[in-house]
């Protein structure tokens, strides 16, 4: 059985290597959060200099809702791929996945809402 913090490890370690693959390039930080039933994914540096690029020369909103779009529809394609990571990890299906991103930071943000909580046990403390 994993702790809490092997669990969000290795989420992140799965995320960074979805992103490296399907995206051409890694966040610069990777955080996960495992909380009750939810895993929550914060990235930050994602944005390629192709996207800053467009979201920057076009008009704000076009620009960014480009990017969105882009971006909303490669996690949907490779939903079944990041479902099958999290319940490798975590033993359980995720329900729901929920994804947004800021075009202004370049922080992504992924949200799994998991059948059940994982079942984990408790870090000794030194």
Sequence with gaps: MKTQGEIEAAICEGVRRFEQEYMGRGPKDIRTHLIGDLLVVRLQGVLTAAEQQLAGSLPS???RDLLKQVRTQLIETAR????????DITGFKPVSLHHDISTATGEEVVIFTLAEPPVFRETRKR
């Design 61 to 63: 909103e076009r620009g």
């Design 80 to 87: 079944p791929v990041l479902e099958k990571m999290v319940y």
